[in-house]
Each structure stands twice: as structure tokens, then as C-alpha cells.
């Protein structure tokens, strides 16, 4: 509670500092790729060691996601290179490979302004995204990564063993379950003028390329919230006791000891 109530206190008083960090960081691309798991490194607090990491990726995520969001506007309003008309936003379960998948070779996509990784399973939320890069005047490219529960929650738990970071069944469940729904609300609102793109992970090793809202369904395949949770904490349990007491704890959603 203390590192949440300072992070948001020192993010109010003044986030220039924040985003001076943020555009260092080799990872943001000059600041061009964003996301909310990126801005946790301007933090002292978070980037000491995987152990610090452990403790305050929930308490920093609030505080986070507002620079990232701050962020996003201001990349919005600055002038565009020649060829670069698109905003990307990478969207999907924790543990998709969402990163990887964008960031082929190591450099944004040709054709990307900017690129931002959030949620968008809020249909208020994934609205309100479209809508600030379409009044940019940009081309909002949503690409959606599809995984199975079971394997997005390894992949999470090896970043955990190596990062600190990870991701509680409770979150993966509702953003994998609810992902459906905020794009939903963007097809009915927007149409074509949002290009969709998933990229499915069910064979982890042999993704698949679905382009154009048709392949929506897709996304329901595994589905709903209720029973990814039962899925996830099914194959938590089967885990438990290969897991350190630390995984298993931030998988389950409970506080470091």
C-alpha cells in the first residue's frame, strides 16, 4: 500500500521525470513502443532485482498505466515519419508472447508510428484507444495474441523464475475471457476502419496469421472467463509442488511472504 500511495503521489507531482526515463530505456524504441510493464522500469523501486520486481509489479501497475497512457497521447500528437501511418496495438492474455511476436528481429513493425501493448478487454477502454488514434488521424491496427490458458501460464511462470515478473490466474482469466467482448465493441463502432489481426499460439511453436474481423470468433475458442479460471487453477494445482512458494503465490493472486 505505502509503494502504491508514493508511486502515485510522485506520478502526480510531476511525470516528466517518468517519461525522461522511459524514452532511455533501450526497450521503448526512442519511446515509440509503449506499455504500462515497460514503465515500471522508470521506478526505483521495481528494477533493483527480480526480488524487487516480485514485490512491486501490483503495487506500481496503477501508477504505470497512467504514464502509459499519458504517453500514448503525447506520441499521438507528434509528427509522423514518411511511411509510418499506423498505430499497433498488441493486446492478449499475459503469456501469449505478445511482445515477441511484434517486435520481429528486434525493431517495430515499417509501418508503425507508435506501437502500444495494453488490454482491451474494457470495451469502454478499447474504445476510448481507437478513438485517439483515429483522431490523431492514424491507422489503428489491433493485433490480438491467442494462446491456451495452460500454456500462457507456464510461459508466465518462467518469467517469473527469470524476471520476477508474472501474472495471477485471476488477471489472465478475465483478460483472456473478457478480450472477446472489447473487441467486439470495436467492430461495431468502428468497422474497417480498425484493421484486426490474431496471431494464434494454440500450437505455441507454428502461429498462424488471421487477418480481418471474420477470425473474431477465434478469440472465444478457449472459453469464457469462468472456465479459463478453472482451467488455470486446475493446472496451477497440478504444479504446486514443482513450484517455489513464491510462483505459486503470485500465480494464485496472493501477496509476496
Known sequence: MAAQEEATRAVEADPAPFFTRFTALPQSFGGRFISADTFKETFDAYRGSPAHRQRYTAP????????????????????????????????????????ASVLAAGQLPPGAHAVYE????????????????????FHPIVVALH??????????????????????????ARLQGNLPDGLVAVCAAFGDAVTLRIIDRRDFENPQLLAGWAHLSTLTSEGDRDHIQKRLEKHLDAQREQLSSAAWRQASGLPPE
Open 147 to 172: 494462446s491456451t490458458p495452460e500454456r500462457a501460464l507456464d510461459n508466465t511462470l518462467r518469467r517469473f523464475a527469470v524476471t520476477g515478473r508474472g501474472a495471477s490466474i485471476h488477471t489472465m
Open 60 to 99: 506500481l501497475h496503477n501508477a504505470s498505466a497512467v504514464l502509459a497512457d499519458a504517453w500514448l497521447r503525447h506520441a499521438l500528437r507528434q509528427p509522423r515519419a514518411p511511411g509510418r501511418d499506423a498505430v499497433v496495438l498488441i493486446t492478449g492474455v499475459p503469456g501469449a508472447g505478445k511482445t
Open 118 to 137: 495494453g488490454q482491451l478487454a474494457k470495451p469502454e477502454t478499447a474504445l476510448a484507444k481507437v478513438q485517439h488514434v483515429l483522431d490523431a488521424g
